[in-house]
């Protein structure tokens, strides 16, 4: 019962370096979402994708794109990655309506 | 545009007390719904309780309840007889039935004192 996995848990990229980190989720939902959670604060969302083929901008995207080729996938990249993208990742997907999202463990980046 | 505002950095709660976790939001849509998840100090997001819009009852989830009043904007959450293990960040969050977003706001951290 895998629910929502992020890949990798822990990254140490150098400023300029490019990564992808991947969500899966095993439950058929159709949208997902990614968020970056900066210390003291909340989750603010960056992109997110409503189904397959499909993404949309959130709150902070800069610097950051998506994909979403398959429905249980949700990539997101880091073209060139700065210090200000030290973070911690998460994603999340639920379904269409009033139901609950389920969140990975998510994924703490340090850009040095 | 939608927002989420939780104006109560931190909260202290003695053991055995309620407490409420003040949220307010505004959204363009008619219909939406709205969520507090609960996130220990161990970082995974837990879903606590759901209130959709139209809903004309307060939720309820065991000792956790919504109280939901529309015409002001408001989905607070009050916990009722608070443990030790409540002690975490607690984020409120709405999602439009139009927008699709899920966006929170910036959460409040709450400790329980035994």
């Known amino acids: 019962n895998a629910g929502v996995t992020q890949t990798p848990k822990f990254r140490v990229l150098k400023t300029g370096q490019s990564m992808t980190l991947l969500c899966a989720q095993d439950?058929?939902?159709?949208?997902m979402y990614w968020y970056r959670q900066d210390p003291g604060m909340g989750l603010r969302l960056i992109h997110y994708?409503?189904?397959?083929?499909?993404?949309a901008k959130g709150e902070v995207p800069d610097g950051y794109n998506v994909s979403r080729l398959k429905k249980q996938n949700f990539l997101l990249g880091l073209e060139s990655a700065a210090p200000s993208q030290t973070s911690v990742y998460f994603c999340?997907?639920?379904?269409?309506?009033?139901?609950?999202?389920?969140f990975g463990q998510g994924t703490r980046l340090t850009v040095v | 545009a939608q927002k989420i505002t939780q104006t109560q950095p931190g909260m202290f709660v003695q053991e055995k007390e309620a407490v409420t976790l003040d949220c307010t939001y505004d959204?363009?849509?008619?219909?939406?719904?709205l969520f507090w998840y609960k996130q220990p100090s161990s970082g995974e997001m837990i879903f606590l309780i759901y209130?959709?819009?139209?809903?004309?009852q307060n939720a309820t989830e065991g000792r956790y309840s919504l109280n939901f009043q529309k015409a002001r904007k408001s989905a607070n959450l009050v916990i009722s007889a608070s443990q030790l293990g409540d002690s975490a960040m607690y984020f409120c969050?709405?999602?439009?039935?139009?927008?699709?977003?899920?966006?929170f706001g910036s959460g409040t951290r709450l400790l329980v004192r035994p």
């Open positions: 999340a997907s639920s379904t269409t309506g009033n139901t609950e999202a389920f």
């Open positions: 439950m058929n939902h159709e949208y």
């Open positions: 994708s409503v189904g397959e083929g499909t993404t």
């Open positions: 959204t363009s849509d008619q219909s939406y719904g």
């Open positions: 209130q959709g819009s139209y809903d004309e």
């Open positions: 969050a709405m999602r439009g039935w139009n927008s699709y977003k899920l966006i």
